[in-house]
C-alpha cells in the first residue's frame, strides 16, 4: 500500500508541481489549500507525512502546528514545511518540525527528504 500524504498550500501551482512528483514516486497525494482544510484533512484522513506551507491565509503554518500537536490522533505525523523563509529554521525546530524544503525547490530534494520519514 503506498504511503499517503497531504499537501498544504495556497498556491495551486505548489501543490500540482509537489504532486506530479510524490505521484511519480509512487506516493498517494492529499491536497489542502488552506490550513484550516489542512487540519480538516489531516483527522479524516490521517496521512503518513504532511507537506506544510507557513504563509497561508485562514490559518498560517504555526498555527496548523499548534493545532496538530494539540489533538492526539494526529499529534505524530511527521511534518516537512515547504517555504521561502529560509532564515525560519530554528523556529521550525522549536515547533517540532521534522525537516524542511526552501522554495524554489528540486523534485529530488523533495523525495529524498521525504524517504527519510516513510
Known amino acids: 500500500m503506498s504511503k499517503r500524504i497531504l499537501v498544504v498550500d495556497d498556491e495551486p501551482d505548489i501543490v500540482e508541481v509537489v504532486r506530479l512528483r510524490l505521484e511519480a514516486n509512487n506516493?498517494?497525494?492529499i491536497a489542502a489549500y488552506d490550513g484550516e482544510e489542512g487540519l480538516?484533512?489531516?483527522r479524516n484522513?490521517?496521512?503518513?507525512l504532511i507537506i506544510l506551507d507557513i504563509l497561508m491565509p485562514e490559518m498560517d503554518g504555526y498555527t496548523?502546528?499548534?493545532e496538530l500537536k494539540a489533538d492526539e490522533s494526529i499529534k505524530d505525523i511527521p511534518i516537512v514545511v515547504l517555504t521561502a523563509k529560509d532564515k525560519m529554521r530554528d523556529?521550525?525546530?522549536i515547533e517540532g518540525i521534522?525537516?524542511?524544503i526552501v522554495k524554489p525547490f528540486k523534485g529530488e530534494e523533495?523525495?529524498?527528504?521525504?524517504?527519510k520519514y516513510l
Open 27 to 29: 506516493y498517494e497525494v
Open 40 to 42: 480538516r484533512k489531516a
Open 45 to 48: 484522513e490521517q496521512p503518513d
Open 64 to 66: 496548523f502546528v499548534r
Open 91 to 93: 523556529l521550525f525546530a
Open 98 to 100: 521534522k525537516d524542511y
Open 110 to 115: 523533495l523525495v529524498k527528504i521525504i524517504g
